[in-house]
């Protein structure tokens, strides 16, 4: 962003949230995203689970990552799309941007997804600044998980044409030795 800009430093400040977020998703150190988001935060996560109070970020990462999760570990690229907007006298702003989430599954597959995100940052009644609300998405109908469940359902398929074209002409022979 343009150096010149008067509203640089809320900006960088702005950005090291994003930083800090990216930092404790991909060392997996969730309990320190809990500094990032106002008390009485409103996330919708990727997967459309709604989270409410801080306290409730590093249960909902400790559930999909621990003992027994779907993943083994995520790694997150944010970017947003321009500047926050800032309102209210600089006390509030609207950001969105892009994500780039790799995820390595437990059962050792990888799934890269692209999502879109829209925050609404605000200026805590301690000066830092933190996220309200925010909201993750993905485009389901380009979906990586889809994608390789209809690969998967077209491989299924072609194997038994195959195997049921094998049995047929298998059946086919047999029933004309019986003939003869």
């Known amino acids: 962003w343009a150096a010149n ?4 430093a809320i900006h960088q400040e702005l950005r090291s949230i994003t930083t800090g977020i990216e930092t404790a998703i991909n060392s997996g150190k969730y309990a320190s ?45 944010l970017t947003s799309d321009a500047p926050t907007e800032l309102y209210g006298n600089k006390t509030w ?25 829209t925050a609404t940052v605000i200026r805590d009644q301690d000066g830092k600044w933190r996220i309200l609300s925010l909201h993750i998405g993905t485009n389901f109908l380009d979906n990586p998980v889809i994608n390789r469940i209809e690969t998967s359902v077209m491989r299924v398929g072609i194997g038994a044409a195959v195997a049921g074209l094998v049995l047929g002409v298998v059946i086919m022979l047999f029933l004309r030795r019986r003939k003869k």
Do not use: C
């Open 33 to 77: 995203l809990k500094q990032y988001f106002h008390k009485n935060m409103r996330v919708t996560t990727i997967n459309q689970e709604v989270l409410s109070v801080p306290e409730e970020i590093e249960p909902y990462f400790n559930k999909w990552f621990g003992p027994g999760g779907y993943l083994k570990k995520l790694h997150m690229t």
């Open 93 to 117: 702003g609207i950001v969105r941007g892009k994500g780039v989430e790799k995820y390595h599954l437990s059962d050792q597959r990888y799934f890269e997804m692209t999502t879109r995100w």
């Open 5 to 8: 800009d008067p509203d640089a």
